[in-house]
């Protein structure tokens, strides 16, 4: 099973060779440009690190922004809800689809300056502008949330029940492809003016990282089920 699950896994989490993606009036910061990325490696790394993405749309003529999971899948970006949630109806409704923005951020560091205003953020960000549309393909579907549960925990999709036809039912699935996308990274420590560096104030980073505890088992766990070895990896 351990073998399968990593070639599935690459198999969705590959990186498509090619130039990169070009830029455009959206994906162009105006401010420090010089951090910006459009190579397909570096944007799929940052997102094939998180699971937990920033889903933004104009509904009713007024912008919402969701926090949801998702999956990657070439360069298609997964996203799942409930049937009768906004997105999703909004989705559905759409055509020929719904404009939609997407946001993935990880935080690596607080930049901590000797004056206020230099204070910052070391982080990866990747920003996804485009047109969503719901999935109705029931093989994609399945991909679809498959990727989103290995997102989470690379592995888990091939180790839990698949959803059965009435689960399926209730869940709905869109799909935004990776064209209009940039990345941007800060890195490094704080950028203080020349007439601050005698302050008698500390700077410096304060490295920010995930951290994952001991997993727990469920109160009601069959006796001798042990944690699998991919939770390890974690």
């Given at each position: 099973?351990a073998?399968t699950?990593e ?18 009036d959206?994906?162009?910061p ?8 459009y190579?397909?490696?570096t ?7 998180a ?11 007024a ?16 996203l799942?809800g409930?049937?009768g949630?906004?997105?999703?109806l ?9 404009p939609?923005?997407?946001t993935v951020?990880?935080?690596?560091g ?6 206020a ?5 070391n982080y ?7 047109t969503?549309?719901q999935?109705t393909?029931e093989?994609?579907?399945?991909l679809?949330?498959n ?11 091939a ?9 399926l039912a209730?869940?709905a699935?869109i ?11 800060r890195?490094?420590g ?9 302050l008698?104030f ?10 994952y505890?001991?997993p ?12 699998p070895?991919y939770?390890?990896?974690?």
């Amino acid at each position: 099973m351990a073998a399968t699950t990593e070639t599935t896994t690459n198999a969705r989490r590959a990186t498509t060779p090619g130039a990169a993606y070009e830029p455009t009036d959206r994906t162009v910061p105006s401010r420090s440009r010089e951090r910006a990325r459009y190579d397909r490696e570096t944007v799929h790394s940052i997102l094939d690190q998180a699971y937990l993405c920033h889903l933004g749309f104009i509904r009713d003529g007024a912008p919402v922004v969701l926090p949801t999971l998702f999956g990657r899948v070439g360069e298609r970006l997964y996203l799942h809800g409930s049937t009768g949630s906004r997105p999703l109806l909004a989705t559905a409704k759409a055509d020929p689809g719904l404009p939609v923005c997407v946001t993935v951020t990880h935080v690596d560091g607080l930049v901590l300056a000797r004056s206020a205003f230099h204070h910052s953020l070391n982080y990866r960000s990747v920003v996804v502008h485009g047109t969503a549309h719901q999935v109705t393909d029931e093989a994609e579907r399945r991909l679809a949330l498959n990727a989103l549960v290995d997102q989470v925990v690379p592995g888990r999709s091939a180790d839990s029940r698949p959803a059965d036809a009435k689960e399926l039912a209730a869940t709905a699935v869109i799909r935004l492809d990776l064209t209009e996308v940039s990345a941007k990274i800060r890195t490094g420590g704080p950028n203080d003016d020349p007439e601050d560096l005698d302050l008698p104030f500390w700077s410096g980073v304060v490295p920010v990282a995930p951290a994952y505890g001991t997993p727990v088992p469920a109160a009601d766990l069959a006796p001798g089920i042990a944690a699998p070895d991919y939770l390890a990896a974690l």
